[in-house]
């Protein structure tokens, strides 16, 4: 299975060097196929550095997939997940952060609401003074705060 992924992604940057049109799909094909293979290295007891390098080489292409038009949320739930899992660079991590920003102000409708999962889990790793207010109004804010100090902690 690993072999087949590798021969897909390598097939999909191929592609993306000749055909334009479908230059999304083949992005979100890297993307995709790289969250497997970082799903079957750890299974094979893959170290950090390799599953960390694995996720930043598809890092841009998870971000130039996901235009705010077609946002797929169980891909962006997970490469967050990941990128928290994983200590991805703080430079990196602010990506998923103003991509996730931008998804809010530019959604519809008009009513929207941020997605309190994402933002709980961005401001897990975000300083207090970057923390983003907006997503401050958590449904059990007691019951969160302390996961959230939890998780602070544990990465000083």
Not at 35 to 40: L, P
Not at 67 to 72: G, L, M, Q
Request: hydrophobic residues 35%; glycine residues 4%; proline residues 3%.
């Amino acid at each position: 299975m690993l072999e087949k992924r590798l021969t897909s992604i390598n097939k999909y940057k191929a592609y993306l060097t000749t055909e334009q049109e479908s230059e999304l799909f083949f992005c979100y094909m890297v993307g995709v196929d790289s969250m497997d293979i970082i799903q079957i290295r750890y299974s094979m007891d893959g170290g950090l550095k390799e599953l960390q390098k694995i996720y930043m080489d598809s890092f841009d292409y998870f971000l130039r997939d996901n235009s705010c038009d077609n946002p797929v949320y169980d891909d962006i739930l997970n490469r967050i997940s990941l990128g928290i899992l994983l200590n991805i660079p703080d430079e990196n991590f602010m990506q998923l952060v103003d991509y996730v920003q931008r998804l809010d102000e530019e959604a519809k409708p008009a009513d929207w609401t941020p997605d309190l999962l994402l933002w709980f889990l961005l401001n897990s790793r975000l300083k207090d003074n970057e923390k983003r207010t907006h997503a401050q109004k958590l449904g059990f804010p007691r019951e969160c705060k302390g996961a959230i100090q939890s998780n602070a902690s544990h990465r000083q």
